[in-house]
């Protein structure tokens, strides 16, 4: 079974600073990987998915990330930060053929943006 | 489009009440799903659907029922809740169970049980 570990429960940074919030999965077959974000008080939403093919992802708001398969790491970048990108975000894994096709999250990051 | 709707928004019970959190969607999709969230747990699978008629336990399925008789409807109940499910819950759903597929969820609803 797949599994998923967020590095950092909390992470402050300054606006308009960089940020990386670290993901790493295991899992025994080829994975799918997702970063979702979740704002205060609202359900989640999908930031950026890797499925196949290049291993930097775009996503919206700025956002992307890498999919380091030697590393077992998705980690999330964004080169400036603003306020509104105070957030919890969560990494979750899906297992591709022959594994399980359920969603596993990660226990998530908060992100605060200090002005 | 409403996308995913959940009701109600927050719930306090007492133990051993029952009650029923109501999800629906309405962008067709087959696969459904109930996670709850706990501080510095992420979220966890709690009943899931693939299809009308069709469900299946997640990882904490313990304490809650679910039933599909439609498409848009995937309500959650709880027969007698405990303290221990206070917790937010979010519904979710997606086009199919593909392990591809975005998840689509709701706003959530803060239950506490007392």
């Known amino acids: 079974a797949q599994s998923v570990t967020q590095l950092d429960s909390q992470v402050p940074v300054f606006e308009e600073a960089p940020v990386e919030l670290r993901c790493n999965y295991s899992?025994?077959?080829?994975?799918?990987l997702f970063w979702y974000v979740q704002y205060p008080n609202q359900g989640l939403q999908l930031l950026l998915k890797y499925l196949s093919g290049s291993t930097l992802v775009k996503g919206i708001n700025g956002f992307e990330a890498e999919f380091n398969k030697s590393q077992t790491s998705f980690h999330l970048r964004k080169p400036s930060v603003h306020i509104s990108d105070t957030a919890e975000y969560f990494c979750a894994v899906s297992e591709a053929q022959g594994g399980s096709e359920k969603l596993v999250f990660g226990k998530g990051t908060k992100l605060t943006v200090n002005p | 489009n409403a996308g995913v709707t959940q009701t109600p928004k927050f719930q306090v019970l007492k133990t051993g009440q029952s009650m029923t959190l109501q999800c629906a969607q309405d962008?067709?999709?087959?696969?459904m799903s109930w996670y709850r969230q706990d501080p510095g747990m992420g979220l966890r699978l709690i009943h899931y659907s693939v299809g009308a008629g069709i469900t299946d336990q997640g990882e904490v399925p313990n304490g809650y029922n679910v039933s599909r008789s439609t498409t848009e409807d995937f309500p959650l109940r709880l027969l007698s809740a405990a303290p221990s499910q206070t917790s937010v819950y979010f519904c979710?759903?997606?086009?199919?169970?593909?392990?591809?597929?975005?998840?689509?969820f709701g706003p959530g609803t803060r239950l506490t049980v007392l």
């Open positions: 899992s025994s077959v080829s994975v799918y």
């Open positions: 979710a759903s997606s086009y199919h169970q593909r392990n591809t597929d975005t998840q689509y």
């Open positions: 962008m067709n999709h087959e696969y």
